[in-house]
């Protein structure tokens, strides 16, 4: 019951979530597949945002979960920077040329 | 600084989303992707805002900024560095880094927290957050290996019912420790978990046949969102859940659709098995016809409209470029060129148009199957290159074939079918194309690549 009480505001919103999120990538064309799937994986990347909360709690002299968070941050950048590099280079592609 | 902070993460979660509806045409895509881009990097520089106010020390700080740094220098080398034929490897790879940085979130936060304080429910999150970020490290990166040839399918019973046992632990353990059966420590628990996980991802992804990749590349991508959305439940940090949720729901879409387009349930996929021919694969000895290159290079220019459907055989051959110039030396002659591209043309979902895309034919020119379907009888000559079970009209009428039931592209109905072949080889169901015996059909054996090169000579002499 705590955890019903502590998160019921993100339990509406990740219903909404589910909702708005299939509606509207329901609209994108088969061609952009492809680069809407790159994209979105670089969206998942916000992951990193959590690996940066985490590691402002970390103690200085921690070694151990400074070396795995500075690991976790380091993959969740690579994961976003790379993700919209790519995505953008694929969708320079698409545009019209001339 | 709070509320700033609140607020811009509700902008972020605004980029995501306009994001992504920009991607519903291909002319504000980019846009989009740069809306996108910049929410994550305004919800990133908020997140380190929050530093400031609290007291952190420098090395956490150091260790943070020198992880993004290299990060960000090694994404965009990566990027630029890739061949679109090898974009399916690249995403896995993102996404194995994706689920590595979900997983390591975890094992950290678990240590950070306080066992006695914390409430079930989000131990259960983390556990789950921690669960699916493993598994979509491990097995994207099998994936990637797959792809790239270096791993082969392993459909041993061995494996199968190895990866069974593992998702049977998963689920038991961590009920098991919370009755307080297994007595470690939480971070302990947690690291063993991980481990079990890791090793599931393997064995989850071996088994799958190289056809199948579209779909595993799909599933394995919305794991990491939903991961992501089970880290962002436990600090109640809404960018995260919605980033995460918009992902998922993305990657089961496009799992779905991929299934659809094969015509195979998700867990057949998973399962690595196939539907096998029922009547013991009657061969009938089929008369074809052959066709030559120059006959070919004729019938093409003599066409009002000319459509080509490329398989991933046309990726293997390098002949995209080529293609391309083949349509603006048609269309020089006023024959108008289209594109008919199936969806599991290609080793992920829209892969062949990104390909075509590279190979500058304007995206007007791609057809949709059904769109291609719709209007095939205007067609006077259809060519298809590397393609095969994607045209098997046996999948409409002999219920009978391995491949029935997949949609397919009618190019029978077109007025004549030229199709490529390097021999008479099956597709990769491995079943006999009722096609190639029809009267409208003739056959242009030899490599995609060089045929194509000589159709171009041919047509620059004509």
Redesign the interface.
Known sequence: M???N??I??IY??IF??F???E?????????????????????????????????????D?YL??T??????????????????????????????K | MYAIIEVGYLI?TLS??G???F?????N??T???I??LG?VL??VL??M??VT?T?????LI??L???A???V???R???K?E?TG?PQ??S???A??G???M??G???A??MDPFTT????KILLIAGLITGAVALTGSIIAERKLAGKVKDRRSKTVILSARILLGLMVLLPVLYFFGIIPIGFTAFMYVLAAIAMVYGVLFVLPIGGADMPVV??LL?SI??I???F?????????????????????I??TI?MCKAMNRSLLKVLAGTFKKSKNGAVEEAQEIKEISISETALSLSFAQKVAIVPGYGLAVAQAQHICGQLQQLLEKRHVGVDYI?H?VA?R????M??LL??A?V??SH?K?MDEGNENMEQYDAVLVIGANDVVNPAAENNPDSPVYGMPIIRVYESKQVIVMKRSMGKGYAGVQNDLFALDNCSILFGDAKSSLQEIVNQLKLI
Request: aromatic content about 6%.
């Open positions: 705590d955890f019903i502590q998160h505001q993100e919103f990740v979530c589910v708005i999120g299939i509207v990538i329901a609209n994108v064309p088969a061609i952009l597949h492809t680069p809407l799937m790159s994209g979105a994986n670089a969206i998942s990347g916000v992951i990193l945002v959590g690996a940066i909360i985490v590691m402002l709690r970390v103690p200085a921690d979960n400074l795995l968070g500075g690991i976790a941050v380091f993959l969740g950048t690579l994961n976003i920077s790379g993700g919209f590099f790519v995505t953008g280079r694929m969708l320079k592609m698409f545009s019209p040329k | 972020a995501f989303l994001g992504l509806k991607m519903s045409s291909p002319k895509a980019k989009g992707n740069l996108a881009a994550m919800a990133v997140t380190f929050a530093a609290a952190v020390p420098y090395t956490n260790i943070m020198l992880a993004i290299v990060g960000t090694i994404g965009k990566l990027s630029d890739v679109m974009m690249l995403v790879l993102f996404n880094t994706g590595g940085c979900a390591l979130l094992l950290v936060e240590n950070q409430i079930l429910g989000n590349i799909s991508n990491t969102g991961a992501t959305a880290a962002g439940f436990v600090y109640g940090n809404k960018a995260m859940i919605a980033g995460g949720i918009f992902v998922g729901a993305a990657g879409l496009l659709l591209i969806p290609g992920m979902p829209g892969h148009n990104v895309a590279e500058n304007e995206y791609l949709e």
